[in-house]
């Protein structure tokens, strides 16, 4: 992937621009994890990188910034810039194209974040950052409290990394964010649960949530039920238990499974009826939620007699036909009935017993 990003900065630096790999793909590349997207800061400016690159896109919410595919990686290229007041403690009002990566990289967040790599492919770091790689520390580019202010999902970023990294936060940046929290009431719920997914799913998810309730972000956060959270690997299953649907942006799908996995909570997720309706990924969801086996959850699923309506040997017309009946609402109730009976081994999943059982409590209806 890095011989792939030098061959992309050394097309603009063969066009006489300064180019530079930069950001958390160098970060990544330190500490020897993949990375997916890499960043790339130049002293070229949109219409000159579009003009390198003439499939290059500007996408519509970034400032200065053209997005690159090519080798099957997309390359975010910004210009070097400077950033001069920020609306709603996010986005920054006006900005001014410079011509010098040093003062550029003075803008970032965090010091790990702001690592170079040039067309040569060695390493340019202005600020420390390696050093505070070394030391698994997470401090400011510059000073805390206005870093902060400028952009508060830089708290939420801090502990993001803190915990996919497992590293430390430094002293300033501890005392910032309790000093600054309740910026992040300001900013939107949707950027807020693309860092809180971040956190979710690091493989720390726990170590990231003790984090946000140390620093009592979950009240600015609106997650009065963070304390609750606990035995879970599942994105779903932490934001079943949050229950925060009315605020945070979730899919009608995701709003479903929320809803079942809640439902299934209060039931035994090793019971059949509760597997059978409700499936194996909700009945796991919440049983790890509850602690239990999900192993167990898992068999007893798989040892169902049937899994779904089509598995019983039974159709609606031989139904219909056994109780000389036209289609109704009863056909229903027929169904439940029988279902609960198979999976409860109180009935053999065959055609000639379950109609014998349909006529002897079924008939008298007809």
């Not at 011989?3 to 300064?18: C, F, M, P, V, W």
């Not at 990394?161 to 501890?174: C, K, M």
């Amino acid at each position: 992937m890095l011989d792939n990003a030098l061959k992309l900065i050394r097309e603009l630096t063969e066009h006489n621009y300064k180019a530079y790999i930069v950001g958390g793909f160098v970060r990544d590349y330190l500490l020897g994890r993949e990375s997916q997207d890499i960043d790339v800061a130049t002293n070229a400016t949109p219409k000159e990188i579009k003009e390198v690159f003439k499939d290059g896109f500007l996408p519509t919410e970034d400032y200065g910034s053209v997005i690159v595919n090519k080798y099957g990686i997309r390359f975010e290229i910004t210009t070097f810039r400077k950033e001069f007041s920020y609306q709603d403690h996010r986005k920054p009002v006006e900005i001014q194209y410079i011509d010098d990566l040093y003062q550029d990289l003075l803008r970032r967040d965090f010091t790990i974040n702001a690592i170079c790599i040039d067309e040569n492919g060695e390493i340019i770091d202005f600020l420390g950052g390696r050093d505070d790689l070394e030391r698994k520390l997470i401090r400011t580019v510059g000073d805390a409290d206005e870093r902060f202010e400028q952009d508060a999902l830089r708290i939420l970023r801090a502990i993001r990394f803190a915990t996919v990294l497992d590293f430390q936060l430094d002293g300033e940046v501890v005392e910032a964010i309790r000093k600054h929290r309740s910026l992040l009431k300001e900013l939107s719920y949707h950027r807020k649960k693309e860092e809180l997914d971040k956190i979710f799913v690091s493989g720390r998810a726990e170590q990231g949530i003790d984090m946000l309730l140390d620093f009592r972000l979950d009240k600015c956060l609106d997650l009065d039920n963070l304390s609750k959270v606990e035995n879970t690997n599942s994105l779903i299953g932490i934001w079943s238990v949050l229950h925060v649907e009315d605020k945070y942006p979730f899919s009608s799908n995701e709003k479903e499974l929320m809803k079942d996995i809640r439902e299934v909570m209060v039931l035994n997720n090793y019971d059949p009826m509760a597997l059978y309706h409700y499936g194996l990924y909700v009945n796991s969801v919440a049983g790890e939620l509850k602690g239990l086996d999900k192993k167990k959850i898992t068999e007893c699923y798989n040892s169902l007699s049937i899994h779904r309506r089509q598995d019983l040997d039974l159709s609606s017309e031989e139904i219909m036909d056994s109780l000389h009946k036209t289609p109704g609402e009863y056909l229903s109730d027929i169904y439940e009935a029988i279902e609960k009976e198979v999976l409860y081994h109180r009935l053999p999943n065959e055609k000639d017993k379950l109609l014998a059982y349909i006529q002897e409590n079924f008939a008298s209806n007809s």
